[in-house]
């Protein structure tokens, strides 16, 4: 059964332990883990729902425990990019950027703190990157961080993906810095690497921001020397993020028409892919399963829906929907303004009622104008 679930692809024992609080159990899944695994593991553990209350109590248990210090740090990192929100620049609230950099500057501490104890502890350096990207810290700084993993661990990939954001235009960086950093860790990485695969995460980001196909049919030279040269090599050594790497190429194949390229990422993640690109995709499961099926040659049936470049084609039944929608939504707003309007005048109970009433086709008619036009 084909799952997006990035659980499937952390260390076992892992989940089991993390969702019963037991940190000796998640310290016990890791044992033995490369950095790789522990990098998809912890990040497994952040985006857990309640995890800072346990991961606290291991913390105040052992202060000393680099692991479980950066591993709250990260869940802090979650919980104040949740508060955070979606948006950019102005169109964040003062609240919401005060919740963000007061969770931020928490896990800052933390990691100080894990830092000065073990300066070479390399799962601290990768989240400073991600905390240092929330607080705006300049680019030197940013640059000085992945520098001390990239010391300590040349090729490790999730370090070089968290500093690429970095460098995208929405952070105030380039497409020009982000592929030349990407064009550095491949020539830097050793056959077979994952980090020579790192310009398929820019070319997503580029296709996510224009819309577009033409960034991706562009880069599909490129794309494919990423390929051969990273996961499809011979001596590549199979590792926690190749399912992100696989995904991401066949993504981008599949998005530029070059199936016979996607064919052999979709043979490598069968039913278990990871999100990476497919998520862009108005249910992206599906998606998968129809480039998957032109890809391999099975059957793939009618696309799931159109790409974000493509034009909205309006039938006469979708005419008649945004219609009947638009008429639901005028009627409860007519209904809601006239019960205000009927309690105002003394009538309290009838026109909270009526109210009331018209709080559902409004309700119901903004649904379907907003699934209409794609912003649902």
Do not use: N
């Not at 064919?263 to 998957?292: K, S």
């Not at 026109?351 to 699934?371: H, Q, S, Y």
Request: one cysteine or more; glycine letters at 10%; charged letters at 20%.
């Amino acid at each position: 059964m084909l799952t997006f679930d990035p659980w499937i692809h952390a260390r076992p024992g892992l989940q089991a332990a993390a969702r019963r609080g037991d940190w000796p159990g998640v310290r016990a899944a890791l044992a033995g883990a490369d950095l790789g695994e522990l990098s998809w593991s912890l990040a497994r553990v952040a985006d857990l729902p309640g995890a800072e209350k346990w991961l606290r109590r291991a913390v105040q248990a052992d202060p000393s425990d680099a692991l479980a210090g950066t591993t709250l740090a990260a869940r802090e990192t979650v919980l104040a990019w949740q508060a955070r929100g979606s948006g950019m620049g102005d169109d964040l609230s003062r609240r919401r950027v005060r919740a963000l950099r007061r969770l931020l500057l928490r896990a800052e501490d933390r990691l100080g703190t894990v830092l000065e104890r073990d300066p070479g502890f390399v799962p601290a350096w990768e989240v400073s990157l991600r905390t240092a990207l929330g607080l705006e810290l300049d680019a030197d700084e940013a640059r000085r961080r992945y520098d001390q993993v990239a010391s300590r661990a040349p090729d490790h990939y999730p370090a070089q993906l968290e500093y690429l954001e970095h460098l995208l235009p929405k952070w105030g960086g380039s497409w020009r810095a982000a592929e030349d950093f990407a064009t550095e860790c491949a020539a830097a990485a050793p056959a077979g690497s994952t980090g020579r695969a790192l310009l398929a995460a820019v070319v997503i980001e580029r296709f996510v921001e224009e819309r577009r196909p033409d960034p991706v049919v562009a880069a599909v030279p490129a794309l494919r020397r990423a390929a051969e040269g990273s996961v499809l090599h011979p001596s590549h050594v199979p590792g926690a993020w190749d399912a992100v790497v696989h995904s991401q190429l066949a993504f981008l194949f599949s998005m530029a028409g070059e199936h016979a390229l996607a064919a052999p990422h979709f043979r490598a993640l069968g039913d278990r892919p990871a999100a990476a690109g497919w998520l862009h995709l108005h249910d992206a499961e599906r998606w998968y399963l129809y480039e998957r099926g032109l890809a391999l040659g099975g059957r793939a049936g009618r696309p799931p829906g159109r790409m974000p470049w493509e034009p909205r084609r309006w039938g006469v039944g979708a005419v008649a929907a945004v219609v009947v929608c638009a008429v639901l939504t005028l009627a409860g707003v007519v209904g809601m303004a006239w019960g205000v309007r009927t309690a105002v005048a003394g009538d309290l109970s009838t026109g909270v009622g009526v109210a009331i009433v018209a709080v559902g086709p409004f309700g119901i008619g903004v649904r379907g104008l907003r699934t209409a036009f794609g912003t649902g």
